[in-house]
């Protein structure tokens, strides 16, 4: 089984900063890349970033220029950096790992999501 654990979210203030991190763990052989998702109330999940192994990044426009992903593939460990939040980044935000091979097969896993809250 692969677990991703999440660091935790919390409350900032408009124009404020925030670093989520997110750690893969398990029998994992390898994976073709990680990402945040997040969900607000009455709202479909969205993507938010994503990197894959090569390094290369994809963002939602709504996040392009304040947030940035990173990754260390050493660890499986994936970050987001969120600069300048706003209050419609407010959201239950999800760590995803897609493509993750291990003994099993291949499959995607979630983390169990964090609250981010923009407000002051």
């Known amino acids: 089984q692969v677990q991703l654990a999440e660091s935790e979210g919390g409350l900032v203030q408009p124009g404020g900063s925030l670093r989520l991190s997110c750690t893969a763990s398990?029998?994992?052989?390898?994976?073709?890349?990680m990402g945040w998702y997040r969900q607000a109330p009455g709202k479909q999940r969205e993507l938010v970033a994503a990197?894959?192994?090569?390094?290369?990044?994809d963002y939602a426009d709504s996040v392009k220029g304040r947030f940035t992903i990173s990754s260390d593939n050493a660890t499986d460990t994936v970050y987001l950096q969120m600069n300048s939040l706003k209050p419609e980044d407010t959201a239950v935000y999800y760590c995803?790992?897609?493509?993750?091979?291990?003994?099993?097969?291949?499959?995607?896993?979630w983390g169990q999501g964090t609250q981010v809250t923009v407000s002051s």
């Open positions: 398990g029998s994992i052989f390898r994976l073709n890349a």
């Open positions: 995803n790992a897609d493509g993750v091979y291990t003994s099993r097969g291949v499959q995607d896993y």
């Open positions: 990197i894959t192994r090569g390094g290369g990044a």
